[in-house]
């Protein structure tokens, strides 16, 4: 493993007791509800770059092909992605630290201690993952957001899914686990997707992230271009449900489930039993997009 990984910035600015927030390209991401909480948190804030990451051993090239800039037959610039730090402050002035980047490709536990290593430099009190992922909920019910966390105290805040699972993980969880080892508070906030429209941005689940990211980690991000944009997404979602007698059919159905969760009936929506498959998923996203044509 190259050593170091990181690189810190000579003159970087100082920072006290920060979040540490991440919501990484490249894994699970339902309607980008992660991807937009992230650029929505970044553009509510200026940032300065803290340190930057040896994409060269982090990154695969080829599946991240940088961009080469050509002006008239000329080379002028390659534009590499890159994985870095960058500090900022809120609304309230409580600082931030934001990583920002794809997930790496390679050396997950050299990346992970990398990380760690860092938050203990910075003094962060609190590392947040965002996320989300398809479930089997309507776009006409409230939307909600459950957790994963190194402590059942720290989940518990937000509320998790009930039941055991076996899943492919991502560097968000190495990372979870190395905080862990250090004694750092480390928790991810996952927004609930409806499966149908997991294909599309879905600005509702980046809102509710952000609703949480407030919550547990007292950052304060205003959230009301994300509001209006769900408010959008939702009546674009009631016109072309309304035009297909399979997919109102989908949406009552679902309508049912949430309230009887809701409810308190044992219900299986309430654990991970019935999330739909991979295929079913596909399948459900493509007909669903069919109805949209461009």
Known sequence: MPDPLYRLVPDRPAVD?????????????????????????????????????????????RARRPVARIADGVYEDVLWPEIELRAGKDGEGRDVLVLVGPEPDHYWRGFAGAVGELSQLLGVRLLVGMGAFPAPVPHTRPGSVVATATAAELAGRVGV???NLDVPAGIVVAVQRRFADLGIPALALWARVPHYAAGMP????????????GAVAGISVDVEPLREAAEAARQRLDE??????????????????VDAEGSGEDQPTAGWSNLPSADELGAEVERFLRDQGD
């Open 17 to 61: 007791q920060p979040v540490l927030v991440m919501a990484p390209e490249g894994w699970i991401d339902a309607g980008l509800g992660g991807g937009g909480a992230m650029a929505a948190l970044i553009s509510a804030m200026e940032t300065e770059l803290v340190a930057t990451f040896d994409s060269d051993a982090l990154l695969d090239h």
């Open 161 to 163: 899914v009930r039941g």
């Open 202 to 213: 879905y600005p509702e689940a980046s809102m509710l992230l952000l609703g949480q990211l």
């Open 240 to 257: 072309l449900t309304a035009n297909s007698m399979e997919h109102r059919a989908l949406v009552h159905q679902l309508e049912a489930q």
